[in-house]
């Protein structure tokens, strides 16, 4: 059995509307993220507690390890971006109190309900290149890794002042 692929973003900047941080593939600095706002939460605090400092559309999911798995995005699949994976998109598995939270495009962190962003960083809560990002992403590295029946996960942590 392969060893997993193993994919870590490193929050890093902390807005009042957004999160930015680093993406890293197997250690390797890959390119910069984008998400909304960071409230510090964690996959291992009481879904209750979760739940109470969640504001729905405009909070970055809670740090911890997250499996990987592709599937169509109903509202994303017919993207130019999408079709050469068939809709597909890598959405994360059991993040508590979210669902369908994803990697894919978009430039600011009001794009995003909660999904993960890469490309470059173009200036506080903005990425660009973020098409293109994703395409690298995917044709190197989580396409190949799911062709081989290799588990793939995102590990997501904050980097302390």
Not at 27 to 56: A, N, T, W
Request: proline share 7%.
């Amino acid at each position: 059995m392969l060893p997993s692929l193993e994919l870590l973003l490193v929050r890093k900047e902390f807005g009042d509307t957004y999160t930015g941080g680093q993406f890293q593939v197997e250690g390797m600095v890959f390119g910069d993220s984008l998400e909304p706002k960071s409230r510090h939460l964690s996959k291992d605090m009481p879904l209750s507690e979760i739940q109470k400092k969640k504001v729905y559309g405009k909070t970055a999911i809670p740090t911890g390890r997250y499996k990987l798995e592709l599937r169509v995005s109903p509202s994303l699949k017919d993207r130019p971006y999408a079709k050469a994976y068939g809709g597909k998109f890598p959405y994360l598995v059991g993040v508590p109190s979210w669902n369908d939270v994803m990697i894919h495009p978009f430039n600011l962190a009001s794009q995003s309900k909660g999904c993960v962003g890469i490309g470059e960083r173009f200036q506080p809560g903005n990425i660009v290149k973020a098409a293109e990002g994703y395409t690298t992403l995917m044709d190197f590295y989580l396409i190949p890794a799911f062709n081989r029946n290799q588990e793939v996960y995102l590990t997501i942590i904050e980097e302390t002042q």
